[in-house]
């Protein structure tokens, strides 16, 4: 099994900064992608961003250029740093890993932006 335990959020003001760590623990296995995802209150989860297998990172177009995404691999933790940050950024930020065909799921911290 995979444990995912998210760290970071809070209540931050419009153009403020923040930074979500994510540990992975238990069953990791070297090849998988981990990322961010985000829901916001009536709307669904969306991708904010992904380090693939191989490296590659995707991000959505909301986020570019503000948010930065990183991995520690022998700490088995994703991050998250959000620059730039915007009242429509506010919403519950989940930790995704995928490996093996199977996706985990933190338990997600709540991001709020104030105007």
């Known amino acids: 099994q995979v444990q995912l335990v998210e760290s970071g959020g809070g209540l931050v003001q419009t153009g403020g900064s923040l930074r979500l760590s994510c540990v992975a623990s238990g069953s990791i296995f070297s090849l998988n992608a981990m990322g961010w995802y985000r829901q916001a209150p009536g709307k669904q989860r969306e991708l904010v961003a992904v380090?693939?297998?191989?490296?590659?990172?995707t991000y959505a177009d909301s986020v570019k250029g503000r948010f930065t995404i990183s991995r520690d691999n022998v700490k088995n933790t994703v991050y998250l740093q959000m620059n730039s940050l915007k009242p429509e950024d506010t919403a519950v930020y989940y930790c995704r890993l995928a490996q093996r065909l199977a996706y985990y799921w933190g338990q997600g911290t709540q991001v709020t932006v104030s105007s």
């Open positions: 380090i693939n297998v191989g490296g590659s990172i």
